[in-house]
């Protein structure tokens, strides 16, 4: 896959108001279609430092992102903006799909002022 460089630049370099807490994602853009095994997302965080403190208590203004494939978490905790799931290894099959990337406390729970992003994306079939 590749990104929109005038999307990631602005992404990268858009100056993040700590005080507005926020979750963009940059990509996959909506309606994407994805080839090969991995589904790379980009996001941008505003006002939550990303640890990787899960199933720790709580510090406020710290999390962590989790990311789900049609409603399905797909072990995938991390405190990167850029990451990737592996479609062959969470037998995700070529079609239509919805990703979704939540905000979560270092307890797991969701960051329920932050509402998690989701973005519709196509697996294509290699050799497609």
């Given at each position: 896959?590749?990104?929109?460089p005038?999307?990631?630049?602005?992404?990268?370099?858009?100056?993040?108001?700590?005080?507005?807490?926020?979750l963009?994602?940059?990509?996959?853009?909506?309606?994407?279609q994805?080839t090969?095994?991995i589904?790379?997302?980009?996001?941008?965080?505003?006002?939550?430092?990303?640890?990787d403190?899960?199933?720790?208590?709580?510090?406020?203004?710290?999390?962590?992102?989790?990311?789900?494939?049609?409603?399905?978490?797909?072990?995938?905790?991390?405190?990167?903006?850029?990451?990737?799931?592996?479609?062959?290894?969470?037998?995700?099959?070529?079609?239509?799909?919805?990703?979704?990337?939540?905000?979560c406390?270092?307890?797991?729970?969701?960051?329920?002022?932050?509402p998690?992003?989701?973005?519709?994306?196509t697996?294509v079939?290699?050799?497609q």
């Amino acid at each position: 896959m590749t990104y929109d460089p005038d999307s990631v630049k602005l992404a990268v370099t858009s100056p993040c108001d700590p005080q507005e807490r926020s979750l963009t994602m940059v990509a996959p853009t909506e309606g994407q279609q994805v080839t090969g095994e991995i589904l790379e997302i980009l996001v941008v965080v505003c006002g939550v430092t990303l640890v990787d403190h899960w199933e720790q208590p709580n510090v406020d203004g710290e999390g962590h992102l989790i990311a789900y494939v049609d409603g399905i978490y797909q072990s995938q905790r991390t405190a990167e903006t850029h990451f990737g799931i592996d479609l062959e290894a969470n037998h995700i099959e070529p079609g239509d799909h919805r990703l979704r990337v939540q905000l979560c406390n270092n307890d797991l729970s969701a960051i329920t002022d932050i509402p998690p992003v989701e973005v519709n994306f196509t697996r294509v079939a290699n050799g497609q």
